[in-house]
């Protein structure tokens, strides 16, 4: 049977082939080291499960809730963003609870996307930033992601040979997979060029609070004049180890924002109402979990690099986010991520993330994720040396392992 048009628009799903490797192996017995998925190991804060359970046991939280997020959760993701980046926001017109950044993302596509709509997009990045927009009949034209003297030449080819011109840009500072960076005279430029160009800005601003050289990655709405033309899209699953609670939000512009309000408000009835008084409370806090989690991340940064540096795999040091963006070793280059993370896994039982899952010009590289401790890194780092030192001696066997994949 023919396949539907939108699940004809979407590639087949890379992750899953190394899924599928990952649950072998482990049926067969071995210990797999997981660094693929970006899954968070750590516990909730203590007092955030605490509120959750107080709420959920008043049976009047148990009806519908509001699809927007409750007031109080938007008036606190309004304070977060008054003393975090000094930006003011109206919890009533310029904030939206989303189920996760990812639904936001999707959902916000579908709610701004005219068929053949073209949008610029960061390549490689996260899967959502594409195939939302695919996904909502939109056209995506690739951008580089790093953010340097080459992106607004770059963003002008954009819009110079795109027809019709770009609807919006995607922005993912710190960025997943690759953990760049950019600073807030990059976003100046950027936000100059949208506002002359009549550009949307959708700005995912997951990893915020996963930082480790000292300096806070801004927000793109400390610019002035951003609000104009910007939504910006956070999460709690990594800064407070939250993912399966799915607690996101967009802010930003009153027009695009009211957009995906009114989607939102066909399609959900927002996250249980325990789990948005749960989330006020941890916005309200005093930051010490947020700090907690990226000491961790921090240590567990330097190990991976350190370690793996010593197994024979240089990996640059992340500045911030909880993945590093690998380049894979130059005697299995040529195979592409996809056969090497292949290789990890039957070889070293380590699962990563191929690069090009993350678009075609991540190929060269895979993605690590913090989301096992010290030792298990450390350990994934030996297994690493073993099949690394056995490949050099055999220098055919590259090749040859390959092959009879």
């Known amino acids: ?29 071995a210990d797999i080291i997981d660094l693929g998925m970006g899954n968070p190991d750590l516990p909730t ?22 699809s927007r997020g409750i007031p109080g959760l938007r008036r606190a993701q309004a304070n977060y963003y008054a003393r975090r980046f000094g930006v003011k926001l109206d919890p009533d017109t310029q904030i939206v609870a989303t189920l996760g950044s990812k639904e936001g993302f999707a959902n916000m596509a579908q709610a701004i996307t005219a068929p053949g709509d073209v949008v610029l997009c960061p390549n ?11 996904m909502s009949g939109g056209v995506i034209r690739s951008m580089q992601a790093d953010p340097d003297d080459n992106f607004i030449p770059a963003l ?15 922005l993912n500072y ?27 800005i959708l700005s995912d601003l997951a990893y915020s609070e996963i ?26 699953s990594k800064t407070f180890s ?34 948005q008084v749960a989330a006020t409370a941890a916005l309200n806090g005093d930051g010490s979990d947020i700090a907690e989690v990226r000491d961790v991340y921090h240590k567990r940064r330097d190990v991976m690099v350190d370690s793996f540096e010593r197994a ?34 039957e070889h070293a039982d380590v699962a990563v993330a191929p690069g090009v899952g993350f678009g075609e010009h991540g190929d060269d590289f895979v993605r690590l994720a913090l989301v096992e401790n010290e030792h298990r890194i450390r350990q994934a780092a030996r297994n690493i040396k073993k099949f690394l030192t056995s490949s050099a001696k055999q220098p055919n066997n590259v090749v040859s392992l390959a092959a009879r994949r």
């Not at 804060?45 to 509001?66: F, G, M, W």
């Open 174 to 200: 710190p960025s997943n997979p690759a953990a760049l960076v950019a600073s807030l005279d990059f976003y100046k430029d950027v936000v100059a060029f949208a506002r002359k160009n009549e550009i949307i």
């Open 312 to 345: 024979g795999w240089t990996i640059p040091a992340p500045a911030a986010s909880m993945f590093a963006w690998a380049p894979i070793p130059e005697p299995f280059r040529h195979l592409g991520s996809l056969e090497f993370s292949k290789l990890l896994i």
């Open 242 to 275: 939250m993912p399966g609670w799915r607690m996101g939000f967009a802010v930003g512009n009153e027009r695009l924002i009211s957009a995906l309000t009114r989607v939102k408000s066909y399609l959900d009835y927002g996250a249980f109402t325990p789990i």
């Open 1 to 29: 049977m023919e396949e539907f048009h939108k699940v004809r628009r979407l590639p087949p799903y890379v992750f899953e082939q190394v899924n599928r490797l990952k649950a072998s192996a482990r049926a067969r017995g």
């Open 45 to 66: 804060p203590t007092a955030i499960v605490d509120k959750l359970c107080e709420v959920v046991r008043d049976p009047r939280t148990h009806r519908y809730s509001s």
């Open 211 to 236: 930082y480790f050289d000292g300096n806070p990655p801004p927000s793109v709405l400390q610019v002035p004049g951003a609000m104009e033309v910007t939504v910006e899209f956070t999460s709690m």
């Open 156 to 170: 002008e080819r954009g819009v110079r040979h795109s027809i019709p011109k770009p609807l919006a840009l995607i």
């Open 124 to 134: 490689p990045t996260y899967p959502i930033h594409a195939f939302g927009f695919i």
